[in-house]
């Protein structure tokens, strides 16, 4: 199959183009390309504004499938919306015209094409429109199926801002300690995230796209006020000094996050995390999450025993990834014949990672096996310390 992608080098056609060659390269195994018996064989034709023109008779006369992304958002002059939406669709279809080729075209549209509220007078909906109506009497001349997408406000890595998404605008400003700006905070927007674009891409390619009668639709779209969504992307920064994660079990904001970590600049990919150290090693919270417990990491120093504790309720599991070590649990308290309970051991190896579960009511501990090398552990605990309530008693194994 070979697919022809328009305005390949923008914000979506390069997300695209991306998915596109690594289901090409076997990279990608997650999309499954229906029409495509070897993916291998997948050729991917890119035409941008400066792609040489002569290249667009070509790829149309010989491509299977057609991602028309190409589009003008922030002309200089508003005549530009027709001449780089409509007029571009023009000469697209028409050369598909010249060489007989009825393969299936996609048309990236917007909702501003609706013209209706506050679109009403968008001369950028209004070459969007006349795209539509290009492509819909294209259907019907030539019997060629066209699919028709109006996009909402989309959003992304790789979307640029101070053009025209609020996302990338907030994301890019907060993540370099700009200043963002709210108007009106009440304004509802709808969303599409880019990898649910992407998706819905695909199963376009593969003839399963989703319709919505005459158009065509991301079925994941997100709807949300103005003033809450620079509140969620304006919170991200702080997370690092708490150690605490976004709530992921919302999607928009687990996607939101991916969107703002890509507009970070380099020196900022890095950041300090406090190390408790005393005589015995380290100890250092690495992220801490509202629900699911905290997570650190030990390094304990030669022949150091750690721990001989217990709690009431926080159970914790321990896992060495560097060094050797033992593990020793042991019940609190006497059995029936008033003896003390057994000890309990595990040998633990980086050599071989495994979890030990830290039991509540056992007083545990880990040892440092080694008279040279550091044990390093990483541990997990259902809570996050509360020096209120540590929930940590002192015993000896």
Not at 139 to 147: D, F, M, T, Y
Not at 151 to 167: D, E, M, T
Request: with cysteine; hydrophobic share 35%; net charge negative.
């Amino acid at each position: 199959m070979k697919v022809l992608v328009t305005g390949a080098r923008g914000f979506v056609g390069r997300n695209l183009v991306a998915t596109l060659e690594a289901i090409r390269d076997a990279k990608d195994k997650s999309h499954n390309l229906s029409r495509i018996q070897n993916p291998q064989k997948l050729t991917i034709y890119e035409y941008d504004v400066d792609t040489e023109k002569n290249l667009l008779d070509t790829f149309c006369s010989d491509c299977d499938f057609v991602f028309n992304l190409a589009g003008v958002n922030r002309p200089k002059e508003t005549s530009e919306f027709m001449s780089g939406n409509f007029g571009f669709a023009s000469e697209l279809l028409n050369t598909l015209k010249k060489h007989g080729n009825t393969c299936p075209v996609m048309l990236s549209s917007s909702v501003q094409a609706s013209l209706t509220g506050r679109y009403a007078d968008s001369e950028y909906g209004k070459s969007k429109k006349s795209g539509e109506d290009l492509f819909f009497s294209y259907a019907k001349e030539r019997g060629a199926k066209v699919l028709v997408y109006r996009f909402p406000n989309l959003f992304g890595k790789w979307c640029k801002p101070n053009y025209n998404s609020a996302v990338a605008t907030f994301c890019h400003n907060v993540a370099n300690d700009l200043p963002i700006q709210v108007n009106d905070p009440s304004v509802k927007m709808n969303l599409v995230y880019i990898d649910d674009l992407v998706d819905e891409m695909i199963r376009a390619l593969n003839g399963e796209e989703t319709r919505d009668e005459d158009f065509c639709c991301v079925p994941i779209e997100y709807e949300i006020k103005l003033g809450f969504l620079a509140e969620i992307i304006s919170g991200f920064p702080k997370i690092r000094g708490s150690l605490e994660v976004p709530k992921f079990s919302d999607s928009l904001t687990k996607k939101l996050y991916s969107t703002w970590l890509s507009y970070l600049p380099a020196d900022k990919f890095i950041y300090n995390l406090h190390m408790n150290i005393d005589d015995r090693g380290s100890f250092t919270e690495i992220l801490r999450t509202s629900d699911r417990g905290q997570f650190s990491v030990n390094i304990s120093k030669p022949n150091i025993t750690k721990g001989n504790h217990w709690h009431h309720t926080k159970n914790e599991k321990f896992v060495v990834v560097k060094g050797n070590g033992l593990i020793q649990l042991r019940k609190i308290g006497k059995d029936e014949n008033g003896n003390d309970y057994p000890v309990v051991e595990y040998h633990v190896s980086g050599e071989k990672i495994q979890a030990v579960e830290m039991i509540p009511g056992y007083t545990h501990n880990i040892i440092n096996l080694s008279d040279t090398e550091d044990l390093v552990t990483f541990m997990w605990a259902n809570e996050c310390f509360d020096s209120n309530k540590p929930d940590t008693f002192f015993e000896e194994v």
